[in-house]
């Protein structure tokens, strides 16, 4: 079964500041696909960014990268000149390519964005 | 475009009463998803459809929920009898599945369910 961690419960970051959020996970498949959500106070689940795994190319979505290494199954988001904005759950997620359509989620981090 | 519109935001019901969960995915998706969002469980897939017909039940926790979807523009989550263990978020995602695993699910802003 695919499993995805998320190993920091809380993080904190200046406003302006970079920060990173860490993303592991467990598959056997070789093509499938990877996603950070974000979730607001609001309980809204918004997409923020989307990885293909047989592309080698990192996805960037404005001030949002990942770094994804199919190697090591680790997949991480940058968030560069967080805004108070950027404040919010953050969930890494994982599917499949073939099979069951389901998301499988990390535990999630919450990132808090000090003014 | 319009996102994926779910009713009603919130609902608080007593045990044993039956609640009804609406959803309107995103027009020209062809795939809807129902996931609940616990503190103890996090997200978990319920049920999802595709082209209105259900594929994959095996999430549903117990014969108490159903799920239907009659049209492609109009999905239901029904409860019945509820219980105070079904106190969660549920929401609906919906997708455009056109090529094998090239879809991106997007969430409607979900229900938050309290049972008393």
Redesign the interface.
Known sequence: AQTVTQSQPEMSVQEAETVTLSCTYDTSES???L?W?KQPP??????VI?QEAYKQQNATENRFSVNFQKAAKSFSLKISDSQLGDAAMY?CAY????G????T????TRLQVQP | DAGVIQSPRHEVTEMGQEVTLRCKPISGHN?L?W?RQTMMR??E?LI?FNNNVP??D??MPEDRFSAKMPNASFSTLKIQPSEPRDSA?Y?C?SSL?RD??R????????T?LLVL
């Open positions: 093509d499938y696909y996603f959500y609001s309980r809204q689940m918004i997409l989307r969930f599917i499949k390519d073939t069951r359509r389901a998301l989620f990390g535990s999630g | 795939s998803f996931y996090g997200l897939l999802y594929i994959d095996s999430g978020v929401f995602a599945r094998r695993g879809e991106t699910q997007y969430f409607g802003p979900g938050r």
